[in-house]
């Protein structure tokens, strides 16, 4: 089992900004791609966003312009900034070694009024 630890969840406004963050232990965390995932109440999870072990970026196309991934090798955490939210994207986020079959608990992210 690899811990992956996620944080920094919580209620937001229409309009304001999360940071969410992602520890993983048990791993070669620097040869890994890693994504951020999101499972809304009644639908399938989706990919939100991925970065490659070299720091390659990509993004589903109802976040971009709006999150961004980033990854620190040295601390073995890959972040999701999160700005202009919206209430659709309400969901439990993950994060997920690409290629592995480890899931952390993940962190609610509800964007309410």
């Known amino acids: 089992q690899v811990p992956l630890v996620e944080s920094g969840g919580g209620l937001e406004q229409p309009g304001g900004s999360l940071r969410l963050s992602c520890t993983a232990s048990?791993?070669?965390?620097?040869?890994?791609?890693m994504g951020w995932y999101r499972q809304a109440p009644g639908k399938q999870r989706e990919l939100v966003a991925s970065i490659t072990n070299r720091a390659i970026t990509s993004y589903s196309d109802f976040v971009q312009g709006r999150f961004m991934i980033s990854r620190d090798n040295g601390k073995n955490t890959v972040a999701l900034q999160m700005n202009n939210l919206k209430p659709d994207d309400t969901a439990v986020y993950y994060c997920h070694p690409i290629g592995t079959l480890y899931w952390g608990q993940g962190t609610q992210v509800t964007v309410s009024s």
């Open positions: 048990g791993i070669i965390f620097s040869t890994y791609s």
